[in-house]
């Protein structure tokens, strides 16, 4: 989820034109020449592609323009979002690249470009775009979004906070409502986040942003058990943009866990079909287990495998080591996520893989990192629980497992089997006596 939140920086920059484009084809100039990426034809170009057609017309009447590559580059991440296809991001990076040869200095195209930083995971990058954009301007709430995103995914928390907190003050709105949201709700104030979800949800905008911040309620619903309250936000998604994939998979991912193994398979398939991520690979491929098809979940875990290779190392660290599997690849991954991200999601990550290879000490430490805001999520709980009651520190384990699955007992399908066998066991007697003392 912190991870999509920079789908909202796009929101509170220029919207793409809705001009036609039908003057005949020309020669590109030599500047355009050098961006091929950027004038590729979308997918999709009647419909979420039609702007980038769109922009892409505007700019060849003036290429030289460095608000026109802008421009584009807004309507290819737009574009990435609502068809959730972060491919398409690489037009946009061209477009940034192609208006700071134009004008090095420009804010907007600094933007842009700090956007495409975020989203290929150069944080560090993203973090001195945004400051050196405030110190031109402190005033930009679009340049205080970008750092609190950053600066979220390093790990600074609280310099995020004030970022996001100078953001709503300067421009109270969807994308600043929305990381008000999501800060909140990683510090364990449920209530207060989706208050200020539904301000952002109220504040209008676009299709695709209020959509996704349905998803996120949607979420942050299904985090407290809240089965029916998910489903119904998520129908408020799919309603707002039909075939949505983060609405899809979450409509797979609640069928699931009221056992309705078919009806999550057809959500799952479609939503990886449009936008293939590990995650919703991963749930497909218990979906299909839980009906029985072997060979159908196998195939969509290599799926999962395959994807996070190419584009999710974090997420395939999780899911080895969540399924108890090629520990030390898990680790090697999360291990490579943590030099880039300090984030309590890549320490969970990262605390978890430790665990499985028996690194119990360092496994606490990065835990207590994990779930030093009190975040309210069932598999955070779970981690810090099971590498407890590995440490020894028994009573304490089992009682943050228990807190996991009251909190949603259904938070991963295979974890939650493994949490409540954990509970089940009987602890050894030192264990026992240790935990009495």
């Not at 991870?3 to 909202?8: E, F, G, H, K, V």
């Not at 769109?54 to 608000?67: D, T, W, Y």
């Not at 899809?248 to 699931?256: C, E, I, M, Y």
């Not at 309590?344 to 119990?360: C, K, N």
Request: neutral net charge; aromatic residues 6%.
């Amino acid at each position: 989820m912190s991870t999509a939140l920079r789908r909202l920086a796009v929101a509170s920059m220029c919207a793409a034109s809705a001009l036609a484009c039908e003057a005949p084809a020309r020669p590109e100039p030599a500047h355009s020449l050098r961006h091929p990426l950027a004038l590729q034809q979308p997918p999709q170009p009647a419909g979420s592609g039609l702007p980038v057609l769109r922009e892409q017309e505007r700019l060849r009447r003036s290429p030289g323009s460095s608000q026109a590559w802008v421009r584009l580059g807004e309507a290819w991440i737009a574009a990435a979002r609502e068809m959730a296809d972060p491919g398409l991001y690489h037009g946009a990076a061209d477009c940034a690249d192609a208006a700071l040869e134009l004008t090095p200095a420009d804010p907007q195209a600094l933007a842009l470009r700090a956007m495409v930083s975020l989203e290929a995971h150069r944080f560090d990058e993203a973090r001195r775009l945004g400051e050196e954009l405030l110190q031109g301007n402190p005033r930009q709430p679009v340049a205080l979004g970008l750092l609190s995103d950053a600066l979220l995914e390093l790990g600074r928390f609280e310099e995020a906070v004030d970022a996001a907190q100078r953001m709503v003050d300067l421009k109270p709105g969807l994308p600043s409502y929305a990381r008000a949201a999501w800060l909140r709700w990683l510090r364990g104030d449920v209530d207060g986040a989706l208050e200020a979800a539904r301000l952002a949800i109220d504040a209008g905008g676009s299709r695709e942003p209020r959509a996704w911040l349905m998803v996120q309620v949607a979420l942050m619903r299904w985090n407290r058990g809240e089965v029916e309250a998910a489903d119904a936000e998520v129908d408020r998604a799919l309603a707002e943009l039909p075939h949505y994939p983060p609405a899809l998979a979450a409509k797979g991912r609640v069928a699931l866990a009221r056992a309705h193994f078919s009806e999550s398979v057809r959500w799952l398939e479609e939503a990886q079909e449009r936008s293939p991520l590990v995650e919703t690979a991963w749930l497909l491929g218990d979906a299909r287990s839980a009906l029985g098809d072997t060979q159908g979940a196998e195939q969509a875990w290599a799926e999962a495998i395959r994807t996070g290779r190419a584009l999710d190392r974090r997420t395939l660290a999780l899911f080895y080591a969540t399924r108890d599997r090629d520990h030390r690849e898990a680790l090697r991954l999360a291990e490579e996520e943590r030099r880039v991200r300090g984030d309590l999601y890549t320490e969970d990550v990262y605390a978890w893989a430790l665990y499985r290879v028996g690194r119990i000490a360092e496994a606490r430490q990065a835990s207590a990192r994990a779930t030093r805001l009190g975040t309210p999520d069932a598999r955070l709980l779970y981690h810090a629980g099971a590498i407890e009651v590995a440490a020894g520190r028994v009573r304490e384990g089992r009682a943050l497992v228990r807190a996991a699955l009251a909190l949603n007992p259904h938070f991963d399908r295979s974890a939650a089997v493994e949490a409540r066998r954990l509970l089940a066991q009987r602890p050894p007697a030192r264990s026992v006596q240790r935990a009495a003392q």
